[in-house]
């Protein structure tokens, strides 16, 4: 089920890619909000304040209630201010993870009661056992199924994109947080394999989203896009922060994890954020007396005058080392078990009927392997992933002193004795266990997380090699005047975060390490394994989360990776796209329908003429079939024979004054025009092929009734969607189109083929169509360094190539990322760019340069002698410097 | 003296700033050469190295030279690699740090040896103590004025400027680095309330960059000008973590202080080397048998199960907010004391004179007042710096024993004890006296940073408020079964860390504090110190650095600050330059003159035509005045000269075909085109007023003989520029204009400048100049905002902005500096911009979109129509909506 319902998911995925709003439509869309939202102010509010303010001042306590009245004002400005919105989101995410963790506790506890109070019979003890676990993750998973799937996995991935600026449909609503947070629950309360971090930074990204919504009743600053990707950027530090009670480690996880290029503007938007978060949190812990003060989650008690010998670090550098090939294994077996349930077709065929079949089948397993009587005894099965840690980073050694002797002292350290092994034994087998138990889990659909149980792993492999060195060396390496021993606990810290580093491709894990256990002391030990671990997995395989995209097929760019060279030698020139279409200013409206048949570009370059290739703007292509179906649209046709009629009548008038009356009416803003171009466009939407793409090549005569079948879909749904004053409009709206769709009947189909003929050999009026007027531009000489600096710093989807503003050639993510990972194959070779070798032997960039302004020039000179036409005539110029 | 080496050191930038070689000019650069490596690996090595592999086989011990020429080059392709760099300059930094603090404990030593051994004469005692702080103070300002003047102060502004893309001459060299190192020493040897942190920044940042140039003799990575960015950001956090062994809190610092975008693919290299640096210094220090294993540098040892109560948060909260004010006083004391020495025009005029008596006054007064056994007794004047700190960050409560009781035990203890005062008043007067010392000891012109003295303080201000605590509450607040007492120390640690990030507007400080005493109990108290003591300094001061910045006027563009939502609401429009000059494809030479005369832009935009106002791209100053000038060269005219008398002479050819004739042999590349058009570049930047401007706006018949004085001058420097193979063309080069200048005094003035006049006439031929063909563009409706972060994110200088391709305006740093501080006023008091008040009334954004186009289509259809020409002719478009 897994396997089909990523699937699923990748498919939606693509969906919302295609429906997402990008930046820049965003921004425009934005920009006419604000011109609307600007007019109105002009419009109402400002002549009615006054006229409020005078009836007060007429009435009894005047002045009191102008002074509640600015108090009112006063607040509500206060409310705008960032200050405010990130302690609200602090408290909030504060209190949304206090209460989780006691709900997930009471969960295990009840467990543990269950499992504890049945100790008279073995099978009922395991049917306890297997049991709850089961039917959690189930009612978890179709919980989730059921409320909102986008509430499935991580969490991490989704928000890297959406900070890149691509939205990602309905993964900040309120549906989405309540599924993730009861669903969250519910996996945690298991007691699987499973961790809270990365669901924790969506959760905080969709409090952060909701609770400015909120906040945006009370005033207007919530709206900017821009100041919104700020905030999400501070709710995924709070995310981190308060589920760790580690602010710092939480910034700078979470800058690390979904940032390309982060603005240091920000920072202390996250700093203040999460820590009020961690403090609130660790309050709450002192508040329901489960601490006395505030102190760290998992507080170790490392001698602090000795921590470790300089003579141990070869030591931590293999464990750094070796969790680097753990780390990329964990991340390989991961991709390899969803890749293996998807591609298994019956697998898949069955999972798809039975959706919740998979998440018990995991769960069973897992939970009776677990099982402490049974094999669980050898892998301390009983102890919760919070009881783990702290047994694991405790400051005794268990090696050495024959396990017996003083294990009694602490209860839960008693999981880790076993009559028939010894710590090791139990240690290892923990650890191939919960290695392919923790890949496994973290696929099943419901909300959860890998950093937990990879920081576990961690954890146990630290301590194994830590426990070893204290057998090995019983009176430590240092043998001057005092004996310090080993510190076993200091080696499943640095083991910890190693291995969540390497999974994670992050070097903050050692920060989270340093605030989780308030001991700072190793601080060298930690950096140099996470650095190495960091340096193995990285050369060996993507991070989780990158790899998490690349199996979601979500739109996001690859980085460029450790140092490689080659990337400051390949240019734009070798990767853009030359054969692009594009929209000439003096263009006819048959040339658009061509434009439109031909390629399926989301954005079209504006070019001055075929001749020239100026670069004008970009126009999108639902704008492009705007035009085109309002230039064939049976009102104007209807419009043309009306003044047919008229001119025959008496007034007869040239065709030209016709049409030049035409177009007046056209741009002068009827309103049946807006009206009608508005709805077009979730209409053409819709329809996945828009109605200038049905006709078969040959004929365009469907073209007209396409039209008229969408228009009456339209006026259908118009009442429904457009409420309240537009009501009116869109009725009378509703009522012409049809009026003159009984009127436009009266014309035959041969008619209409004529009249649309003539119509697209018109020339195209663009005054209507909205244009970008300065799309990004690059240069043919960009290197593919910096083109992927400029995208991934503006967000950019696309760009046009110029040369001395002529429009060359295109460059979208689809060709950068395809440029990047074609020198980066999957086993980290670096191979040179296909095209670069024959770029070493040609002219130098200047000449280049020169020669296209040359040919400009003389163009100029010899003014307007067409000498190359038509879309792919530019490609001649370039050849020879190009390829 | 102070005041006239600042002033120096402001002229000097704001000449750097005019010299500076920008990053698109420096991409250009690097694309020049690039290319031109490429030919000569095209024309020469490749067809070399298979004969010299042939020359080896055929030789003896073949395969094994073959063998060794593989490995060498394996060997040349891995110092390449990143992490070799990094390596070595962690190590080098390692060392160089290591080495300083071992010359400085050396230096201070020396002083406590000398002032310790003539104990039995205060008058002698004094003398010893005063004269050697001065010796050494006065040698390094000295030093380091004779050897490189830029190596004063802290360093890190101007690696801000750097790093925002800006090349500063001279920062980064040898002599530069020498004179930064020997400088800091002898100044820090002085034990003068100086830090050693900023310029650590700077000295590691010049050992990259040598770094760097010394590995490229091995290969040509280190070429690329991203790189070395990337590796200068690097090194600046190397240069922090190397100096306080701190490697996460360097990275965070120097990305705070440095940064505004920060490229978290970036971040590994800083901590990659930021650690490795660490590591090295600490292991220096075990070696030097000065510890016995890695630690902190100032480690404290607070107990570590109850390290602070709930109930002392409000306690820590008052130092962060004293701490913002403390450290906003502290920026502004700088500022002002700097900006009094420089006003004050006798003194400045003084000081001019003596340079070196400023520093020696400023040392002799601090020296005086901390002497031990006058007023030093009462501010613990014999410690040094980190003395002080180590008895600051101590474990024991001074204020509750009577102090005399447990002093005895830590000798350096004793210096916080006096007879004659208690231990708060001593605090109280260390931390009076130390503020305005510190702030004026800073202006010092030695090599000398602010961040250590204001750490001091901080603590010192943390220890006063913890002793009166400990003194309020001597057993402590927490009143259940435990009696935890208050840890003055804990506080001292805070207030370090606030008042050092008031001052410097950085979080990261609570890190480097973490790191700096191998505690991090105390993590939450610290960061709310931090936050509370950012958010009351930056809501009043900039930080230092860019105190600093303004103080030397360095080009570099201010933040936005605290969530300024007017900024959403200005645009490009508000603030750019409508009426600039512009150069047009088909101009003739008069218009460039005209154009070179009234402005001073250092780009110039260059458009299709003065109808069309199409942006084609931007062409340099340098490039229009080297057009105008080979235009006018007396070479040209002497060429013309002599087709004239040939054509006379009998092949009489119509005018046209000569001019044809000449036109090709200019661009056609004869020897002595680009050997002239070379040498004219520095000769013209060499002169500040460029041969066209230089000539009144009436005569331009001196031009040519300018020109002609210039070209003598170049070529009698030639020989010595062009060495070697260069030679033998320059010689015939400067024969040949020899010969044309004997040649061209044959026509007479009027002549010339008959000549001349008929030149100007001429259509410009732009086939050689070197044209940006994608100059950065903006859309009138970008918001400041947005703007603001384009311009951070890729360094930019200017920006045109255009609406649908043609120009309408420009953006420079200069109007987006105005904008920001223009609506963020000295007092923090939120001022709405002058011209967005205007924009409200008017129409909305589309349709002045739709306008524009309309008009540009209009045009079109109407095919060259004229309508308005001239530079200002496009603000009547705009007029209407904009303003």
New interface residues.
């Given amino acids: 089920m897994a396997s089909e319902s990523e699937a699923q998911r990748a498919l939606q995925y693509e969906q919302t890619l295609m429906y997402g709003r990008y930046t820049q439509d965003l921004g425009t869309f934005a920009?006419?909000e604000?011109?609307?939202l600007?007019?109105q102010?002009?419009d109402t509010p400002r002549p009615r304040r006054p006229s409020e303010l005078l009836e007060y001042t007429q009435g009894r306590c005047a002045p009191c209630r102008v002074c509640t009245l600015q108090c009112q004002r006063f607040l509500i400005s206060k409310v705008?201010?960032?200050?405010v919105f990130l302690i609200l989101l602090g408290l909030v995410m504060a209190l949304v993870s206090w209460a989780m963790d006691f709900a997930i506790a009471t969960c295990l506890q009840a467990q543990k009661w269950m499992y504890g109070g049945l100790d008279t019979n073995v099978l009922l003890q395991y049917m306890a056992w297997v049991t709850y676990p089961t039917v959690l993750i189930t009612f978890s998973a179709g919980f989730t199924q059921i409320l909102a799937p986008q509430a499935v996995g991580s969490g991490i991935p989704e928000m890297k994109t959406i900070l890149r600026g691509v939205v990602l449909k309905e993964y900040l609503t309120l549906k989405t947080f309540v599924a993730k947070v009861i669903g969250l629950t519910c996996a945690l309360g298991s007691g699987m394999p499973l961790g809270k971090e990365g669901p924790f930074v969506h959760i905080a990204s969709m409090c952060a989203a909701l609770l400015s919504r909120f906040l945006s009743l009370f005033g207007g600053?919530y709206e900017?896009e821009?100041?919104n990707i700020e905030m999400l950027a501070a709710a995924c530090a709070v995310g981190v922060g308060c589920c760790f009670a580690a602010?710092?480690g939480g910034v700078?996880f979470s800058?690390?994890v979904t940032?390309?290029?982060?603005?240091?503007?920000n920072?202390?938007r996250g700093?203040?954020a999460a820590?009020f978060s961690?403090?609130i949190f660790?309050?709450l812990a002192?508040w329901n007396k489960d601490e006395?003060?505030?102190?760290?989650l998992f507080?170790t008690?490392f001698r602090?005058?000795?921590?470790?010998?300089?003579q141990e670090l070869p030591a931590f550098a293999v464990i750094g080392i070796a969790s680097g090939f753990g780390g990329a294994l964990f991340v390989y077996l991961n991709r390899k078990i969803v890749q293996f349930m998807r591609r298994q077709k019956t697998i898949n065929r069955f999972l798809m009927k039975k959706r919740l079949l998979f998440p018990a089948l995991v769960t069973l397993i897992i939970s009776t392997l677990t099982f402490p009587p049974g094999f669980g005894q050898f892998m301390a099965g009983q102890l919760t992933q919070k009881d783990t840690l702290v047994t694991l980073f405790d400051n005794q050694t268990w090696a050495k002193q024959g396990i017996s002797d003083e294990f009694e002292y602490l209860g839960i350290l008693e999981a880790w004795r076993n009559p028939r092994s010894n710590v090791f034994v139990t240690l290892v087998v923990f650890i191939l266990m919960k290695f392919w138990m923790s890949a496994l889990a973290t696929t099943i659909p419901v909300p959860c997380g890998a950093f937990m149980p990879v920081f576990v792993i961690g954890a146990a492999f630290g301590r194994l090699v830590g426990e070893s060195m204290a057998a090995w060396f019983p009176d430590g390496i240092?043998t001057?005047s005092n004996i310090y021993r080993i510190v076993p606990g200091g080696y499943a810290v640095v083991g910890a975060a190693a291995l969540s580093g390497a999974v994670t491709h992050t070097?903050s894990t050692?920060?989270i390490v340093?605030?989780l256990t308030?001991?700072?002391?190793h601080?060298?030990p930690v950096?140099?394994a996470v650095?190495l671990a960091?340096?193995v997995a990285q050369s060996l395989q993507p991070s989780l989360y990158d790899s998490i995209i690349r199996i979601k097929k979500l739109p996001y760019l690859p980085?460029?990776g450790?140092?490689h060279?080659e990337k400051?030698n390949v240019r734009v020139e070798d990767i853009m796209v030359r054969d692009i279409h594009y929209v000439t200013?003096?263009c006819k409206y048959r040339d658009l329908q061509q434009v439109l048949h031909s390629t399926k570009m989301k954005n079209l370059p504006l070019v001055?003429s075929a001749e020239s290739m100026?670069?004008?703007?970009s126009i999108e292509r639902t704008q492009v079939g705007a035009l085109l179906s309002s230039q064939l649209s049976p009102q104007r046709r209807l419009m043309t024979l009306r003044q047919k009629v008229l001119s025959e009548d008496g007034h007869r008038l040239s065709d030209s004054s016709i049409r030049f009356q035409i177009s007046t009416e056209t741009?002068s803003g009827t309103p049946a025009r807006p009206a009608l171009r508005k709805p077009l466009k979730p209409a053409l939407k819709r329809v996945p092929s828009s109605p200038p793409d049905s006709p078969p090549a040959g004929g365009t005569d469907h073209t007209g009734i396409a039209l008229k079948s969408l228009f009456c879909a339209n006026a259908a749904t118009e009442p429904t969607e457009a409420q309240g004053t537009a009501y009116h409009k869109a009725k009378r709206v509703r009522i012409s189109i049809v009026e003159e769709m009984i009127l436009g009947d009266k014309m035959t189909p041969a008619e209409i083929l004529e009249w649309e003929e003539q119509q697209l050999d018109q020339?195209v009026?663009?005054?209507?169509?909205?244009?970008d007027?300065?799309p990004f531009?690059?240069?043919e000489?960009?290197?593919l360094?910096?083109t992927h600096?400029?995208f991934s710093?503006?967000g950019l989807d696309h760009a046009f190539v110029?040369?001395?503003?002529r429009l060359v050639g295109m460059v979208s993510l689809k060709e950068l990322r395809k440029a990047i990972e074609g020198s980066l194959t999957g086993k980290g070779v670096k191979v040179r760019p296909p095209l670069a070798s024959f770029?070493?032997?040609t002219a130098?960039?200047?000449e280049a340069?020169?020669t296209?302004?040359?040919q400009?020039?003389d163009r100029?000179?010899h003014h307007h002698m067409p000498r190359e036409a038509g879309p792919g005539g530019d490609d001649d110029d370039d050849t020879p410097k190009g390829e």
Wanted: proline share 2%; charged share 20%; no cysteine.
């Fill in positions: 920009k006419d604000a011109a609307r600007r007019l102010e002009g705008g201010e960032d200050w600053f900017n821009a100041r602010p710092i700078l800058i690390e940032s390309t290029f982060f603005a240091v503007r920072y202390w700093f203040f820590t961690a403090f660790r309050v002192v006395e003060t505030i102190t760290a507080k008690r602090l005058d000795f921590p470790f010998d300089l240092h001057d070097v050692a920060v340093f605030e308030g001991q700072i002391s601080i060298l950096m140099i650095i960091n340096a980085e460029l450790w140092g060279h400051y200013l003096n001055e100026i670069l004008l703007g741009s020339l009026d663009f005054s209507s169509a909205k244009i007027p300065a531009q690059l240069v000489h960009t290197s360094h910096k600096t400029i710093l503006l110029t040369s001395i503003g770029r070493d032997s130098s960039t200047t340069d020169t296209a302004l040359r400009l020039w100029h000179q």
